[in-house]
């Protein structure tokens, strides 16, 4: 029954083919540099916060139809084989249950909204989970390495109206979602950020890591602009609630 479902999903999402282009009549916001304006507070609304492949529901899962092309994840064997153990323990190796920062491009699929705020030479994403604040400097070099950041260096151009990051310097201590997914400090990651329409942004990333891989592979996903009107960042003490937690149901954080 597991094989079948899993089957229909992926079925199902081949096809589906999301061609980025912007709606036509739709005059694009945009800042007074003349770029697509990004700023504002958006959220991904899919499950890939659980497994960023298709998989069926399970208690407190959704399922989910995956973000990845083609469905699989290209992994040298013995990176195959520590997936399927992390995936196996992933109630204590996630390293989301010890409230690390998520890393990228994790941070942006959570299931927690982020800020974008815009400027000619910076751009920040200000995320809800854990205050986790990332600072992508536009037109500029990556610092010499190695370095290991949990949320890696971030460098940005503009290719039309298509914001282009660059991330490298990863520590390898993150994964790409609670299924065990992970990486080595080689991670490099490419995103794209295309403004479509006033409230819709499409998201593609390509993940690359020599360590891990065999060959590149990309993840796809919209982002949707939240409109209530008095919308805003919360808090969430990742920390605190771990803490509290541990403590026992009488701990407050």
């Known amino acids: 029954m597991r094989t079948w ?7 199902a999402a081949a096809a589906v083919v999301l061609v980025p282009t912007p709606a036509a009549g739709q005059a694009l916001p945009r800042t007074p540099d003349g770029k697509p304006d990004l700023s504002g507070i958006w959220q991904a609304v899919n499950s890939a916060a659980w497994n960023v492949l298709p998989h069926p529901a ?3 899962v959704p ?13 040298l064997p013995e990176a195959a084989a ?23 491009p994790r941070a942006t699929y959570m299931g927690f909204p982020f800020q974008i705020v815009q400027t000619p030479g910076q751009v920040s994403m200000l995320y809800e989970y854990a205050h986790a604040v990332r ?10 390495g190695p370095i290991e950041w949990w949320m890696g260096d971030s460098r940005g151009t503009w290719e039309g109206d298509t914001l282009v990051v660059d991330v490298v310097h990863f520590t390898d201590q993150t994964w790409f979602d609670k299924a065990g997914n992970h990486h080595s400090p080689l991670l490099h990651v490419v995103e794209r950020y295309t403004l479509m329409a006033p409230n819709h942004i499409s998201y593609d990333v390509t993940i690359e890591d020599p360590n891990v891989f065999m060959r590149p ?9 939240r409109l209530e009107s008095n919308m805003q960042l919360l ?11 541990r403590m026992g149901p009488d701990a407050r954080p």
């Open 63 to 75: 399922a989910g139809l995956g973000v990845v092309d083609g469905n699989e994840i290209p992994y």
């Open 58 to 60: 399970e208690p407190g």
């Open 235 to 245: 808090d969430y003490e990742c920390s605190a609630f771990d803490e509290a937690f």
């Open 217 to 225: 592979w990309t993840m796809r996903m919209p982002l949707y602009r």
């Open 82 to 104: 520590r997936q399927r153990d992390n995936y196996a323990n992933r109630a204590e190796l996630d390293p989301e249950t010890r409230c690390w920062l998520p890393g990228v």
């Open 135 to 144: 600072n992508i400097f536009m037109n500029s070099s990556h610092p010499d």
């Open 5 to 11: 479902f899993i089957g229909a999903m992926v079925a």
